[in-house]
């Protein structure tokens, strides 16, 4: 079930982190929601070893992850420079694995051209994730 509200206030706080991280020239943060009704919001390191650099809401997720939150929402935003529009990426397939470890529910920013700010369950994005070819109580203790 979609929350815009808890959805607009993601996008808000990433909007927020970028301009104070990133005043000029590009920018991104990531942002998750958690069933605790907690936000946390990551940026990507940058380092001249493309090898090193980890995705912008991996950070995000880690600090849900060590409180033993479940992650609900998670939204990843960029703008190539200050005077650019804002743009959702959709999780790429590592974040999107990353992200299965609190389920197919969670609920995830997707790149649109017609809507500004969209959700979607994960489990749009994945309908034939590998996981299915096991019974859903094999996989349970994943997420203890």
């Known amino acids: ?22 005043p000029v020239g590009w920018g991104g943060a990531g942002v998750v929601h958690t069933a605790n009704s907690n936000y946390y919001t990551s940026v990507s390191i940058e380092t001249a070893n493309a090898s090193a650099i980890v995705c912008i809401e991996l950070g995000a997720m880690l600090e849900a992850h060590k ?4 992650v ?28 299965r470890f609190w389920g197919e529910e969670v609920q995830v920013a997707v790149t649109t051209q017609e809507e500004k700010l969209r959700f979607v369950e994960l489990k749009e994005l994945q309908p034939y994730h590998w996981t299915k070819a096991y019974p ?3 996989l349970e203790h994943w997420q203890e």
Request: charge should be negative; aromatic fraction near 8%.
């Open 1 to 22: 079930m979609r929350n815009t509200e808890i959805e607009n206030e993601m996008y808000r706080r990433a909007v927020e982190l970028i301009e104070k991280r990133y």
């Open 136 to 138: 859903a109580e094999e």
């Open 72 to 99: 609900t929402h998670c939204l990843c935003l960029i703008r190539n420079d200050e005077t650019s529009d804002y743009k959702v990426l959709s999780p790429c397939g590592i974040c999107q694995e990353r992200l």
């Open 67 to 70: 409180f033993n939150e479940k």
